[in-house]
């Protein structure tokens, strides 16, 4: 896990979140959701994060982020970019969600579960909580791996979907082993 660290990006650093989100390979997993957004493409699953979304995004993810928490996966030995995690409080749910983007080229190489315990270090040594989840489409079985390999567990399968949830109490048993 050395080879990782998370870092909060400044608003000029935003083009590379505006390179991901654009790339069809990277998020070729998010395609057929209909997300309900002006800037969400069904067919590719891409997000057009162009320049005009990057004022309002920032401010609410960056600057005003009392409640969630956006990182982007660095890797230390180059200093390159593989990826963002984020956590963020769902009100309905009252708990943390987790987000987690690889670039497509970074896939395959433990990214993810290093960036998902990174993430988790964040979540439960600097903003105290108790609980992050995330739900992922069953046929998503590398993501699902991943997960499980930074401690999460399944909680529950519904809808062809896989509830994944890691605690503060499972995170300390992972990392002291």
Known sequence: MENLY??????????????????EDTMSYNKGYNLLTENYNNETGCIDFSKKYWDKWYAKWILESTDRYYAYIVESNTDDFVGEV?????EEEKLYRIGIVIESVHRGKGYCSKGLIKLADVAFNEFNIKRLRNVIPLDRK???????????KEICIEKNEVTLDLSNEDYLGIKFI
């Open 86 to 90: 984020c956590f963020y409080y769902e």
């Open 142 to 152: 590398y993501a699902i791996k991943g997960h499980k390999k930074a401690g999460f």
């Open 6 to 23: 998370l870092h909060i990006p400044t608003f000029d650093e935003l083009d590379y979140r505006q390179k991901i989100l654009g790339q």
